[in-house]
C-alpha cells in the first residue's frame, strides 16, 4: 500500500499556516524596530549629557584587586579578566551546590517516605524551615557562625588531620600537582567508563534473569582501583602541601574562605528543601501497584526505589528539578550580601569605577541568560535520556 503523498504548502492568505507566519516574521520585526528605537534613543541621551558607551573599557586596567579566586589576579589586568574571575568564582560555587544540593534533596524526599516516624518528621520539619525562611535572612544566619562562632585562626578545629576549621575558613592538605598525575587522571576516567560498562551489565544481566547484581560498590571499586592503577603507572607521586598553624595564621595547603562557605551552604540547604519535595512528589505519582508488585517479587525497598520508582519518577521529577537547578545559579548573585566577589559583586565595582551601566547590567543579564539555557539544555537531553519509552 503506497503512502500518501506529503501536503503541498499552500502560499495564500486561506492558509492559516501561512497567515501564523506572517503575524510571526511582523512580530519579529515590530520588536527588532522597537529595541533598535530604544537604544538608539538611550544612546542619544547619553551623548548628550557627555556620557560615554561602548565596551572598550573592557581593555582597561580594572585597578582592583579579587580577593579569592581560582587563578592570580592583579589589579593591573584589564576588566575582563576581572569578569572571567566573577564568572569562574559563581560556577565554582553553583556546580559544588547543584550537586550537594541534589544529594542532599534526594535522601531528605525519600526520607519522608519512610515509615520511621523520627526520621519522617525531621525530614518534614527540615523541609518546612528551609523552605519558608528567606534566603538572604538564611545567608546571614551562617555567615555570623562562620564568622563569630568559630574559634579563632589561632586556635582553630581540627577535623581531621591536617584539616583546619575557623573564622579563617576552611584549609585542607592539597597534592602538589606533578607530570604523574596525568597517569591519575587517565585512570580516574577509565575508572568511569568502567563503572558505566559495569552497570549496563547488572541491568542486562537483571532484564534477562530477574536477579539483580550490586551496583554502586563494585562500580566505586573499579574507579578507585583504575585510579590507583594509573597513579602508580605515573610513579606514585605523593608530595602534599599540609597547611600549617602559625601565631597568626594557617600557611600552606588549599583554602576555602567563610565566604565561600556561607554561600555554598546557604543555597544547598536551601535549595535542597525544594528538591526534596520535588523527589517526594514525584515517588508519589507512581502508582501504589508498582510497590505492590515489587513487594510481591520479594524485592527490598531499596531495589524498588532504585529499579521501580525512581526510574518511573523521573518524568514528573526532571521539569521541576530543573526549574530548582535554574534558581540556584539565580541566587547565586546574592553572594554580594556576604561579600564574596562573584559575577555580580565585580559588575557592581565595574560599574562604580567606569559609570557603563547598560554595558555592566547587559553582560551579567547574557551570562545568566547563557547559564540558564545551557543547564535547560543539558537536562532536557537528559530528560529525553531516562525517559520510559513506550513499546
Not at 70 to 76: A, G, I, N, P, V
Not at 144 to 150: K, R, S
Not at 159 to 182: E, I, M, R, T
Not at 199 to 215: D, L, M, N
Amino acid at each position: 500500500m503506497s503512502t500518501p503523498p506529503p501536503p503541498k504548502r499552500q502560499w495564500s492568505w486561506r492558509s492559516q499556516a501561512f497567515r501564523g507566519l506572517v503575524y510571526q516574521i511582523l512580530a519579529i520585526v515590530g520588536l527588532a524596530l522597537a529595541v533598535g528605537y530604544l537604544m538608539s534613543n538611550t544612546f542619544a541621551n547619553m551623548r548628550a549629557r557627555g556620557i560615554q558607551s561602548g565596551f572598550d573599557f573592557f581593555l582597561q586596567p580594572a585597578g582592583f584587586g579579587i580577593g579569592e579566586s581560582l587563578f592570580d589576579f592583579d589589579s593591573s589586568q584589564n576588566y575582563l579578566v576581572a569578569y572571567l574571575v566573577g564568572l569562574t568564582n559563581t560556577l565554582r560555587v553553583a556546580l559544588v551546590g547543584l550537586v550537594l544540593a541534589t544529594v542532599l534533596g534526594t535522601l531528605i524526599g525519600i526520607g519522608r517516605l519512610t515509615k520511621n516516624t523520627l526520621v519522617k518528621s525531621l525530614c518534614a520539619s527540615y523541609v518546612e524551615i528551609t523552605r519558608n525562611v528567606p534566603l538572604l535572612l538564611q545567608l546571614f544566619m551562617w555567615y555570623f557562625a562562620m564568622t563569630e562562632l568559630l574559634p579563632p585562626i589561632e586556635s582553630p578545629l581540627k577535623p581531621l588531620a591536617g584539616v583546619f576549621f575557623s573564622k579563617n575558613g576552611l584549609q585542607y592538605p592539597l597534592p602538589v600537582w606533578a607530570p604523574g598525575h596525568w597517569g591519575t587522571l587517565i585512570g580516574l576516567c577509565v575508572g568511569i567508563g568502567a563503572w558505566q560498562f559495569w552497570s549496563r551489565h547488572v541491568q542486562q544481566h537483571f532484564e534477562a534473569t530477574g536477579h539483580t547484581k550490586p551496583t554502586l560498590l563494585p562500580g566505586l571499586g573499579l574507579f578507585v582501583l583504575c585510579g590507583i592503577a594509573g597513579w602508580l603507572v605515573g610513579g606514585a607521586p605523593g608530595e602534599m602541601d599540609i597547611p600549617e598553624v602559625t601565631e597568626i595564621n594557617v600557611v600552606g595547603g588549599g583554602s576555602v574562605t567563610p565566604e565561600y562557605l556561607t554561600l555554598l551552604v546557604g543555597l544547598t540547604v536551601y535549595t535542597s528543601g525544594y528538591i526534596a519535595e520535588v523527589v517526594r512528589a514525584g515517588i508519589q505519582s507512581v502508582s501504589y501497584g508498582q510497590h505492590e508488585a515489587a513487594v510481591a517479587l520479594g524485592l527490598k525497598r531499596t531495589q524498588e526505589l532504585r529499579l521501580i520508582q525512581l526510574p518511573q519518577a523521573m518524568r514528573v521529577i526532571i521539569p521541576p528539578l530543573t526549574s530548582q537547578y535554574l534558581n540556584l545559579i539565580k541566587n547565586s548573585s546574592l553572594a554580594v550580601a556576604v561579600g564574596y566577589p562573584d559575577l555580580v559583586s565585580i559588575s557592581s565595582t565595574a560599574l562604580n569605577q567606569t559609570g557603563r551601566a547598560i554595558e555592566c547590567i547587559a553582560l551579567v543579564m547574557l551570562i545568566y541568560l547563557s547559564l540558564s539555557l545551557l543547564t535547560s539544555a543539558l537536562m532536557n537531553i537528559y530528560n529525553r535520556r531516562v525517559r520510559i519509552k513506550d513499546r
